[in-house]
Each structure stands twice: as structure tokens, then as C-alpha cells.
């Protein structure tokens, strides 16, 4: 009798101690699932200045894919130029689409798996350089920046937050 019922007690705990290694396997699973944040940067200037937006990512990540779109008020300022940041130096970079008529940037980039070109510390990821129009009073304006597809090495999305910037012109 004594014997059937330590076995019991065997069986009871070894399953309680199961429970509590799946619970925290599960729970590490959760934390890696971290969200990468971007911040685009605030600026002052003076109207027919010419400024440079710069978008960073904050935090440190492991992507190899990505598509962004940066639109600012074409009324107000015109897209003269872009240059990639230092975290995307060794990928592919391109300017999908430089859509004046419409004041959108998009901005694609892409990277081999498992290979330097990944993208894993934090940095300046574009600049984006921006004529302001000579005719603007006093005016702040926010240019909207959006990261629709970020992806890992093994092809899962990664969450990103964006930290907008606000662009102040004065006289």
C-alpha cells in the first residue's frame, strides 16, 4: 500500500515538474518575440533650406527582408535625394518607387539568409534629403514613416513601432 501511493506522489510530481519546464520554455518562446523600433528624426529649419530626414532603427535585430514607405506633404518639401544607412551597407538597397507626384519614398531592401548582409545592430537604416519649399510660413508638418514587411532569417515577421518625427519650419 505504502508502495502504490509514493508512486503516486512520483507520478504527481514529475508531472507538476513538466508543467513547469513547458511553462517556461513557452515563456522564453515570448520574450524573443521582441518589436524592433524606428525613429525618424525631428527637425527645425527655415523655408527653402535643404534638410535631411534621418530614419534609425533603435534597437539591434536579425532581419533579411524589409519594405518601407516614408510620405511627407509634397507641398511642402520635394525628395532631392536618399542614401542608405550604415546597417544596410552590405545588402541590396533599392528605391522601389520615388512617387513625387503622390510624396512617397519606398524603400525595399533584401539580404541572403545566413549571411553578413543580415541586419543585426542597431543604426541609421536611411537618409532621406528634403527641399523645403522657399513659400511656407510658419508650419510643422509630419512625414509618416511605415515598416510593412519586416522579416527574420527563417522567414517570420518581426514587429516594429515607429517613433514619428515632426519637421518644424520657421522663418
Not at 534621418?54 to 532631392?80: H, P, Q, R
Request: charged share 25%; glycine share 6%; hydrophobic share 35%.
Amino acid at each position: 500500500m505504502k508502495k502504490k501511493v509514493i508512486i503516486r506522489i512520483s507520478i504527481i510530481v514529475i508531472i507538476i515538474l513538466l508543467i513547469i519546464a513547458i511553462t517556461s520554455i513557452y515563456n522564453n518562446n515570448l520574450e524573443k518575440e521582441s518589436t524592433v523600433k524606428f525613429k525618424v528624426s525631428d527637425i527645425t529649419c527655415k523655408p527653402g533650406e535643404e534638410i535631411t530626414v534621418n530614419i534609425d532603427m533603435l534597437d539591434d535585430s536579425n532581419f533579411v527582408a524589409g519594405n518601407f514607405e516614408l510620405i511627407y506633404d509634397k507641398e511642402t518639401m520635394e525628395c532631392i535625394q536618399y542614401e542608405k544607412g550604415e546597417i544596410l551597407e552590405n545588402g541590396a538597397m533599392s528605391i522601389v518607387n520615388n512617387d513625387t507626384d503622390n510624396g512617397k519614398v519606398l524603400i525595399g531592401y533584401v539580404a541572403e539568409p545566413d549571411s553578413e548582409n543580415t541586419v543585426q545592430k542597431a543604426g541609421n537604416l536611411v537618409s532621406i534629403t528634403f527641399k523645403i519649399n522657399e513659400e511656407i510660413e510658419d508650419l510643422t508638418v509630419n512625414p509618416e514613416f511605415n515598416c510593412s514587411t519586416l522579416k527574420s532569417e527563417d522567414g517570420t515577421d518581426i514587429k516594429n513601432e515607429v517613433e514619428q518625427g515632426i519637421i518644424k519650419i520657421q522663418k
